[in-house]
């Protein structure tokens, strides 16, 4: 069973970045695609960007253009979100998740992810 660990989370002034980690462990990681999803305060968890088992393909949300990129490092267990030019309003809580469906392509669909980390806080100060 694959457990994932997220880190990188923390306090930035507007405009500044952060690199959130998500370590997996469990020897099925690399066939798996990924996600990075966000919940704020009163709203829903939210789609944020995808990555295909491989890393051919990602996918993000529109909010993210242009400021987000999501990759992975199958060597290292290890998927990141990269975030520049961050806003007061991607103040959330970031998990990444993993859909334990092999060899599949990236995929945008909350619903469709089984294996969830415990989350990493993310406060943008305007």
């Known amino acids: 069973q694959v457990q994932l660990v997220e880190s990188g989370g923390g306090l930035v002034q507007a405009g500044g970045s952060l690199r959130l980690s998500c370590a997996a462990s469990?020897?099925?990681?690399?066939?798996?695609?990924m996600g990075w999803f966000r919940q704020a305060p009163g709203k829903e968890r939210e789609f944020v960007a995808a990555i295909g088992w491989n890393g051919g393909r990602t996918y993000g949300a529109d909010f993210v253009k242009g400021r987000f990129t999501i990759s992975r490092d199958n060597a290292k267990n290890t998927v990141y979100l990269q975030m520049n030019n961050l806003k007061p309003e991607d103040t959330a809580v970031y998990y990444c998740?993993?859909?334990?469906?092999?060899?599949?392509?990236?995929?945008?669909?909350?619903?469709?992810?089984?294996?969830w980390g415990q989350g990493t806080q993310v406060t943008v100060s305007s």
């Open positions: 469990g020897p099925t990681f690399n066939l798996y695609p």
């Open positions: 998740a993993a859909r334990a469906v092999r060899f599949s392509g990236a995929n945008v669909d909350t619903r469709n992810y089984d294996i």
